[in-house]
């Protein structure tokens, strides 16, 4: 059984949680020392074995896992904070118990995921779950790259001391003015949901951030498919012609499209070259 666990606030456990806690054969805890304090925190004694299940034991104890519930044994899984397998260990034990075709269920909880996604004040009708973005920077860009015409909503996990670099990333790919909120310590003492334009709260985190992040960023507008590279030329030809300078062109419109500012450069530096080689139409940029 899989067990959702406060995200913060412990009065949020769900009702079912200490009954289950109490009662089960084997409990297997991302940190045992951690879910010590849930427990005490809601006058609960566990009687069964307790056991760590994190991500440097998974693959080795889940087999050990699936054996006692293939003896009958009740084997809940709790996490740090949240339901387990959202971006915490679980779908090793889920995958492994259905192979074995042994019932899996749970007892629902809090997540981030929606909390944060609920209080964002952005659109909640579509949306998707990206988890952890890669470490490294050049990673981290590919991966943003390939998201940077999904239409829905977008929720991300971040650690703090990454915060302004991932928000700083997003601005790049995504466009300095995509509307986003960072959700800080969800349901705890010092809660926080700081909304804004990207590069915006890039600059906001820049001052240091602690706590548990969630990022909800917007999806891509209704124009990102519709904009050929003609058009997206055109575009930054017309702001240029008005006074600003190619960058900041390139920038706004590929914030208007909701574009990677790389695709829209790429376009222009493409018609820049194809006017020199080319026939003059008058739509080109020197």
Known sequence: MLAGTPIGDVADAPPRLAAELATADVVAAEDTRRLRRLTQALGVQTTGRV???????????????????EDGRRVLLVTDAGMPSVSDPGYRLVAAAVEKDIKVTAVPGP?????ALALSGLPVDRFCFE?????KAGERLG????????????????????????????????????????????TKTYEEVKRGPLKALAEWAAEGVRGEITVVVEGASETVRELDPAELVDRVRVREEAGERRKEAIAAVAAEAGLPKREVFDAVVAA????RTGPADGKGLS
């Open 51 to 69: 056991v760590s299940y994190f991500e440097g034991n998974e693959s080795a104890r889940t087999p050990e896992l699936v054996e006692a519930l």
């Open 111 to 115: 997540s981030a995921v929606l909390t």
């Open 131 to 135: 988890g952890f973005l890669p470490r």
């Open 143 to 186: 991966k943003l790259r390939e998201v940077a015409g999904e239409r829905r909503t977008m929720v991300f996990f971040e650690a703090p001391h990454r915060l302004d670099d991932t928000l700083a990333a997003m601005a790049e790919v995504f466009g300095d003015e995509r509307r986003a909120a960072v959700c800080r310590e969800l």
């Open 272 to 275: 820049k070259n194809a006017a």
